[in-house]
């Protein structure tokens, strides 16, 4: 069968640093931490993979955050991101020193080009993984997703073909922590791509209002209680520059754009402040917003579910709650209260 390998020629964890304009996205911090925990569990290395232009600080910043080793391949062939020469090169770096375990980000970058790695590898790889681990005694690993809309966990795992890939959402992992005294090498890496691998070209970037609620530090949330009416969640969410959310109720309202949605089905976000308002605390929902470090919680039914998983609970009519909490919190900052 095409693709068939000896699966003991395989070994190491890979994470693959993405970053834009020399910056680190932060799912790459996160899918640091996780897989420092799978390579421990394995007893393997830790090595992550960034690709760009002006990026060596990066590497030592992977080593700080847990990688053992850390492939920098710089070329200006990297600058802006192109699915071509990023696949070509992430494969032919695969083919060559033959990782077991290979992470993406889930972004649009990663999700664009990890299959550009997975065909010509022939590689098993699950995409938006949610949970990752490494099964006990075959020590593969477990790629978990929703599946069937949400309707079910699936647990993917790759037996015969190698590496074991996986893109994994933003914001499911804490970010690893820098440690200055952590100790590892960086491999500089020749560029193995030149034009021939250049299949579009960017002539102008235009960065319009990208919606990314996964790094809000406060939301404020609105569901099927809103009736649509999201004025004073826009409003809470402004005075306290945070981002504004909602159920999949209230999208498939049409009442705010899919981007925003949290759950299981939505992002996955832990903003230090949750304000849910008129949202009930559906399971599907809470599975996107339950590690937040403070939820307050706003609805009109006492017996509410949300109210368990909130650390502030208010029983009352958000047209009125939110508009006075809204006042207070101004008056507060004013220092007019
Ligand atoms: C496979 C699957 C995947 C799903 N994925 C997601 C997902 O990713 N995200 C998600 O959110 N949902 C998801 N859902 C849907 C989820 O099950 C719930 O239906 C949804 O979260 C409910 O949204 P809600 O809380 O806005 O609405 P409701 O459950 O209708 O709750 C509205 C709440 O507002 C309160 N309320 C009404 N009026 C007021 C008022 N004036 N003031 C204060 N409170 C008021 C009510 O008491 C009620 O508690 C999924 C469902 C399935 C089956």
């Known amino acids: 069968m095409p693709g068939e390998v000896d699966t003991d020629e395989y070994e190491d964890v890979w994470v693959f640093i993405e970053q834009h304009e020399s910056e680190a996205a932060k799912v790459s911090w996160e899918l640091l931490q996780k897989g420092r925990e799978l390579a421990d569990e394995k007893g393997e290395r830790l090595v992550a993979l960034v690709m760009g232009e002006d990026v060596s600080h990066l590497a030592e910043e992977a080593i700080e955050r847990g990688a053992d080793e850390v ?3 710089e070329d200006p062939i990297f600058e802006p991101y192109l699915p071509g020469p990023y696949g070509e090169q992430f ?3 695969v083919e060559e ?16 080009f990890a299959g550009r790695v997975a065909v010509p590898t022939y590689a098993g790889l699950t995409a938006d993984c949610t949970e990752l681990e490494i099964e006990a005694d075959t020590h593969l690993l477990l790629a978990k997703r929703p599946t069937f809309g949400g309707d079910a966990m699936a647990t993917i795992k790759c037996v015969e073909h190698r590496p074991q890939m996986a893109t994994v959402r933003p914001g499911v992992f804490d970010a690893a922590e820098p440690d200055p005294d952590r100790e590892g090498t960086t491999t500089e890496v020749e560029a193995a791509v030149g034009e021939e691998n250049v299949h579009s070209r960017v002539l102008e970037r235009v960065v319009g209002d990208i919606t990314d609620i996964t790094d809000a530090e406060v939301i404020v949330a609105g569901g099927f209680g809103t009736e649509g009416e999201f004025g004073p969640i826009e409003e809470l969410a402004d005075l306290l520059g945070g981002e504004v959310a909602a159920t999949r109720e209230a999208v498939e309202e049409g009442w705010i754009e899919a981007a925003r949605q949290v759950g299981q089905t939505g992002k996955t976000v ?3 402040l ?3 308002a008129g949202i009930s605390g559906a399971i599907q929902h809470l599975e996107g917003m339950n590690d937040s470090q403070t939820i307050v919680a706003i609805n009109d039914d006492p017996n509410a579910p949300i109210f368990d998983d909130a650390d502030y609970g208010i029983v009352g009519d958000l047209f009125e709650v939110l508009p ?12 007019t209260a």
């Not at 207070?328 to 004013?334: G, K, L, P, V, Y």
């Open 71 to 73: 492939l920098v391949v």
């Open 91 to 93: 494969s032919e770096l």
């Open 97 to 112: 020193r033959k990782p077991d375990i290979v992470l993406i980000g889930g972004s649009h970058t990663g999700r664009d």
């Open 274 to 276: 949750y304000v849910a």
């Open 324 to 335: 006075a909490l809204t006042d207070a919190i101004r008056d507060e900052q004013e220092g």
């Open 270 to 272: 832990k903003p230090d």
